[in-house]
């Protein structure tokens, strides 16, 4: 199939290219050769290429930057989205789209189900709920990915700013109150190309297997890491007064999922310990 790979140089975007151009005749574009935000540049990219399907990963994906830059933000996430379903359907192509655990409040305490209640507590999350709420109205072929607290060996993530810390600071404070799954965009690309090639439609839920709160995961990476000489301290969300609220309980339930395609995640602990040792290799 001819796939044309939305925001390609970003983090899941590169991985993206990399495993579905192992199957697939890929083409990726990013902001160097469109922009999201104009209808008519999302259709001239599809009829340049005439894909027979579209992987976006573009997005607005600061989160606190959200807070200020609303405007700036809904038109990536939300009209963005929009302009890309719209392309879609006038092109025949489906369209493969990804949005956030934040689009739920946090306060369910068990782990989220595709049809829950989307109750958004910050900007970021509201503009995703709003595209994939455009995504649904606009286009009938279309796979809708929630994910939650990617990271990678490409882009800014977590994993790199802990690493990047311990080079100057012999303590790090990170929030234990907030609860989660990390997920490894590779995974994520391969989940989706299993999803893709089961050709399945609506709203799938996919992260790594396990819980884990931010201050685990540091720890954790410090450990496959070999980072030794680091002191870790929990802390509360509130202590960093930043501008978005974050939910506190924010697991997907992967059973969808599992139950669609026959596979299950890995778990996170393993992805994690993948993804340090291919950033080893590369240097
Ligand atoms: N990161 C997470 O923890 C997380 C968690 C849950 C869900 N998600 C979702 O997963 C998807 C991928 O996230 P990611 O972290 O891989 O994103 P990312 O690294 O921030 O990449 C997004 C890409 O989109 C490009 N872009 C931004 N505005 C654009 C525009 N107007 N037109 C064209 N391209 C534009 C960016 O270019 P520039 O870099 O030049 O701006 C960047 O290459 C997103 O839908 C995100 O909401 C992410």
Redesign the pocket.
């Given at each position: 199939m001819r796939i044309l790979v939305?925001?390609?140089?970003?983090?899941?975007?590169s991985d993206l290219i990399e495993i579905l151009g192992r199957e697939h005749e890929v083409l990726g574009?990013?902001?160097a050769e469109?922009?999201?935000?104009s209808a008519a540049d999302c259709v001239r990219i599809l009829g340049e290429f005439r894909p027979g399907a579209v992987v976006?990963?573009?997005?607005?994906?600061d989160v606190d930057g959200c807070e200020t830059n609303r405007e700036a933000c809904f038109?990536?996430?939300a009209v963005?989205v929009r302009n890309v379903a719209e392309a879609c359907r006038a092109a025949g192509a489906k369209a493969v789209?990804?949005?956030?655990?934040?689009v739920f409040d946090g306060t369910k305490g068990e782990p989220y189900l595709e049809d829950d209640v989307c109750r958004p507590i910050n900007v970021y999350g509201e503009s995703?709920r709003k595209g994939e709420e455009a995504l649904a109205e606009t286009l009938e072929r279309h796979l809708l990915i929630?994910?939650?607290?990617?990271?990678?060996r490409?882009?800014?993530?977590f994993v790199k700013a802990i690493l990047a810390k311990v080079k100057d600071e012999g303590t790090l404070r990170v929030v234990d109150d907030q609860v989660g799954s990390p997920?490894f965009?590779l995974d994520l690309a391969q989940a989706t190309k299993l999803l893709l090639k089961l050709d399945c439609t609506g709203t799938y839920h996919v992260t790594n297997r396990g819980v884990c709160s931010w201050y685990e995961f540091a720890r954790r990476i410090l450990e496959y890491a070999q980072v030794a000489g680091v002191t870790v301290v929990p802390i509360k969300s509130g202590e960093l007064n930043r501008k978005a609220a974050r939910p506190a309980y924010s697991v997907l339930s992967n059973r969808k999922f599992m139950e669609a395609t026959k596979k299950a995640m890995r778990p996170w602990q393993v992805a994690l310990n993948d993804c340090l040792s291919q950033m080893r290799a590369k240097g």
């Amino acid at each position: 199939m001819r796939i044309l790979v939305m925001g390609h140089r970003g983090m899941l975007g590169s991985d993206l290219i990399e495993i579905l151009g192992r199957e697939h005749e890929v083409l990726g574009v990013d902001m160097a050769e469109f922009d999201i935000t104009s209808a008519a540049d999302c259709v001239r990219i599809l009829g340049e290429f005439r894909p027979g399907a579209v992987v976006n990963a573009v997005a607005y994906t600061d989160v606190d930057g959200c807070e200020t830059n609303r405007e700036a933000c809904f038109a990536v996430n939300a009209v963005g989205v929009r302009n890309v379903a719209e392309a879609c359907r006038a092109a025949g192509a489906k369209a493969v789209h990804y949005s956030t655990d934040y689009v739920f409040d946090g306060t369910k305490g068990e782990p989220y189900l595709e049809d829950d209640v989307c109750r958004p507590i910050n900007v970021y999350g509201e503009s995703k709920r709003k595209g994939e709420e455009a995504l649904a109205e606009t286009l009938e072929r279309h796979l809708l990915i929630r994910t939650a607290w990617l990271y990678g060996r490409g882009g800014k993530n977590f994993v790199k700013a802990i690493l990047a810390k311990v080079k100057d600071e012999g303590t790090l404070r990170v929030v234990d109150d907030q609860v989660g799954s990390p997920t490894f965009t590779l995974d994520l690309a391969q989940a989706t190309k299993l999803l893709l090639k089961l050709d399945c439609t609506g709203t799938y839920h996919v992260t790594n297997r396990g819980v884990c709160s931010w201050y685990e995961f540091a720890r954790r990476i410090l450990e496959y890491a070999q980072v030794a000489g680091v002191t870790v301290v929990p802390i509360k969300s509130g202590e960093l007064n930043r501008k978005a609220a974050r939910p506190a309980y924010s697991v997907l339930s992967n059973r969808k999922f599992m139950e669609a395609t026959k596979k299950a995640m890995r778990p996170w602990q393993v992805a994690l310990n993948d993804c340090l040792s291919q950033m080893r290799a590369k240097g």
